[in-house]
């Protein structure tokens, strides 16, 4: 049998507690465990902290964070560990002692601000941890702000970041990246190696707000993949693109500035399988039930269903079956497995309802008659309709638009969201009736409760 503990990377966070759950161990801790890593803590110090800045300060006894220390590495061991608030010269002087002593390999988030503006490190500090934690970090990572505290260096562009970042190397850190976030333009981060060709690493900007934390992510990430392993280049790699992905689906929560989520590439991942299990579920309804083919419009169906709300950004986020649903002899049979982004028709049906209820997340298109959509109602079904004869100029001149302001104009009038939009269609567009609903196997329950009413229509003996 093999030990479920022998190879567990570990890392240990030295920092400061946040309240509002944002940065600090509480980010820490999460980043460790998306990645793979148990988490171990020193606990520097405890803030009363929101989105909107750091209320109060609460220095744990250095003594005590050393013994922390000292409790994790002497029987549990750590692989990397990583510093962020560390506060006061005293508590300083400890976790360097401790590093030395344990030999630590230190990722170092130099924090001094927080992201509200709130001093982490106190004035007095920063010559100390110049002089004592610099020299031991495997890994540097400051921010603009930060680079010109410890180099005296305005950074303001590229050139001037790798300068900062060499003028640490000469301080004694071993690797510098200076994290280029709030430069003007594109946000370039810049490694700087000793020996080595300073190596930039590209990114976009994100229309998010929610950044609290982003620091702490980035250097806790890099932390989790030297633990497991990576060489330096690959960790801040992979960690760049993990701290951008904890902004993208990052909570806009609070009257400041939001947190990031590191457990959102987990949560989406979790997110997929369950919609791709719940298609699948919905496909055995429907390739098992007799009286649905007769539905089937021209164009054929096809089933889709997107993601929660909080992680939907666009149609890739919407599952539906690539080819689309068939009548063959009398039996709807899908053309492929489910797949993310393969339906822009249906996609665009569920993303325009989801503006107006988050909680209906699936739609299925059917034929349409008027035989069909009295069934629907007989069914106990709501129904709207748009009219796409009264498209404006602006909206059918323009690709891709006529649904979303269709569905918008259907679900208006109604007052919510229906569980039948329809249409009649217009020169070149066929009629189609939409079911819509919260997961698939509710949208092909309704399907079935229609198709049982048109069944019991056609078996019901004339007078």
């Given at each position: 049998?093999?030990?479920?503990?022998?190879?567990?990377?570990?890392?240990?966070?030295?920092?400061?507690?946040?309240?509002?759950?944002?940065?600090?161990?509480?980010?820490?801790?999460?980043?460790?465990?998306?990645?793979?890593?148990?988490?171990?803590?020193?606990?520097?110090?405890?803030?009363?902290?929101?989105?909107?800045?750091?209320?109060?300060?609460?220095?744990?006894?250095?003594?005590?964070?050393?013994?922390?220390?000292?409790?994790?590495?002497?029987?549990?061991?750590?692989?990397?560990?990583?510093?962020?608030?560390?506060?006061?010269?005293?508590i300083?002087?400890?976790?360097?002692?401790?590093?030395?002593?344990?030999?630590?390999r230190?990722?170092?988030?130099?924090?001094?601000?927080?992201?509200?503006?709130?001093?982490?490190?106190?004035?007095?500090?920063?010559?100390?941890?110049?002089?004592?934690?610099?020299?031991?970090?495997?890994?540097?990572?400051?921010?603009?702000?930060?680079?010109?505290?410890?180099?005296?260096?305005?950074?303001?562009?590229?050139?001037?970041?790798?300068?900062?970042?060499?003028?640490?190397l000469?301080?004694?850190?071993?690797?510098?990246?200076?994290?280029?976030?709030?430069?003007?333009?594109?946000?370039?981060?810049?490694?700087?190696?000793?020996?080595?060709?300073?190596?930039?690493?590209?990114?976009?900007?994100?229309?998010?707000?929610?950044?609290?934390?982003?620091?702490?992510t980035?250097?806790?990430?890099?932390?989790?993949?030297?633990?497991?392993?990576?060489?330096?280049?690959?960790?801040?790699?992979?960690?760049?693109?993990?701290?951008?992905?904890?902004?993208?689906?990052?909570?806009?929560?609070?009257?400041?500035?939001?947190?990031?989520?590191?457990?959102?590439?987990?949560?989406?991942?979790?997110?997929?399988?369950?919609?791709?299990?719940?298609?699948?579920d919905?496909?055995?309804?429907?390739?098992?039930?007799?009286?649905?083919?007769?539905?089937?419009?021209?164009?054929?169906?096809?089933?889709?269903?997107?993601?929660p709300?909080?992680?939907?950004?666009?149609i890739?986020?919407?599952?539906?079956?690539?080819?689309?649903?068939?009548n063959?002899?009398?039996k709807?049979?899908?053309?492929?497995?489910?797949?993310?982004?393969?339906?822009?028709?249906?996609?665009?049906?569920?993303?325009?309802?989801?503006?107006?209820?988050?909680?209906?997340?699936?739609?299925?298109?059917?034929?349409?008659?008027?035989?069909?959509?009295?069934?629907?109602?007989?069914?106990?079904?709501?129904?709207?309709?748009?009219?796409?004869?009264?498209?404006?100029?602006?909206?059918?001149?323009?690709?891709?638009?006529?649904?979303?302001?269709?569905?918008?104009?259907?679900?208006?009038?109604?007052?919510?969201?229906?569980?039948?939009?329809?249409?009649?269609?217009?020169?070149?567009?066929?009629?189609?009736?939409?079911?819509?609903?919260?997961?698939?196997?509710?949208?092909?329950?309704?399907?079935?409760?229609?198709?049982?009413?048109?069944?019991?229509?056609?078996?019901?003996?004339?007078?």
């Amino acid at each position: 049998m093999f030990s479920h503990g022998s190879r567990i990377p570990k890392a240990l966070t030295i920092a400061g507690s946040d309240s509002g759950g944002g940065a600090g161990i509480e980010a820490d801790l999460k980043t460790f465990s998306a990645l793979g890593v148990h988490g171990l803590v020193a606990l520097t110090a405890v803030t009363a902290q929101n989105t909107m800045g750091v209320a109060a300060t609460h220095p744990i006894p250095p003594e005590m964070v050393s013994s922390q220390i000292e409790a994790v590495v002497s029987d549990i061991g750590v692989d990397v560990a990583k510093t962020g608030m560390l506060y006061s010269s005293r508590i300083i002087e400890e976790v360097a002692k401790s590093a030395e002593k344990n030999k630590l390999r230190l990722v170092v988030d130099p924090v001094m601000v927080s992201k509200a503006g709130s001093p982490l490190l106190q004035p007095d500090a920063v010559e100390t941890f110049k002089s004592l934690i610099i020299p031991l970090a495997e890994v540097l990572t400051p921010n603009l702000d930060e680079a010109f505290a410890i180099t005296g260096i305005k950074v303001n562009d590229l050139e001037s970041s790798i300068a900062a970042g060499n003028r640490m190397l000469e301080m004694g850190a071993q690797n510098v990246v200076v994290k280029g976030g709030h430069l003007e333009g594109d946000p370039i981060d810049v490694l700087c190696q000793k020996g080595k060709p300073p190596k930039k690493y590209g990114g976009k900007r994100l229309p998010c707000k929610a950044t609290h934390g982003t620091g702490c992510t980035f250097s806790a990430a890099i932390a989790a993949h030297l633990a497991k392993g990576y060489p330096i280049e690959k960790s801040v790699s992979l960690s760049k693109a993990f701290v951008e992905a904890a902004i993208l689906y990052g909570y806009d929560i609070g009257k400041g500035v939001g947190p990031v989520n590191p457990l959102g590439t987990l949560q989406i991942d979790a997110a997929r399988l369950s919609v791709i299990e719940r298609m699948n579920d919905a496909i055995y309804l429907l390739e098992r039930t007799d009286s649905l083919h007769s539905m089937s419009p021209e164009c054929q169906i096809n089933l889709g269903m997107a993601l929660p709300a909080h992680f939907v950004r666009d149609i890739d986020d919407v599952c539906a079956i690539p080819g689309r649903i068939f009548n063959v002899a009398g039996k709807l049979k899908v053309a492929a497995c489910p797949a993310f982004g393969a339906s822009k028709h249906v996609a665009k049906v569920i993303l325009s309802a989801m503006a107006f209820d988050e909680s209906v997340r699936s739609c299925m298109n059917i034929k349409f008659s008027n035989e069909i959509l009295e069934a629907c109602r007989e069914a106990g079904l709501t129904t709207s309709s748009y009219d796409r004869r009264l498209e404006p100029p602006n909206v059918k001149s323009k690709e891709g638009e006529s649904i979303p302001w269709g569905v918008r104009e259907a679900i208006l009038s109604f007052g919510k969201v229906p569980d039948i939009i329809y249409h009649e269609g217009d020169i070149g567009k066929e009629p189609m009736i939409n079911i819509l609903g919260k997961d698939a196997v509710e949208v092909v329950a309704k399907a079935i409760r229609i198709g049982l009413v048109l069944d019991s229509k056609a078996n019901k003996p004339t007078q």
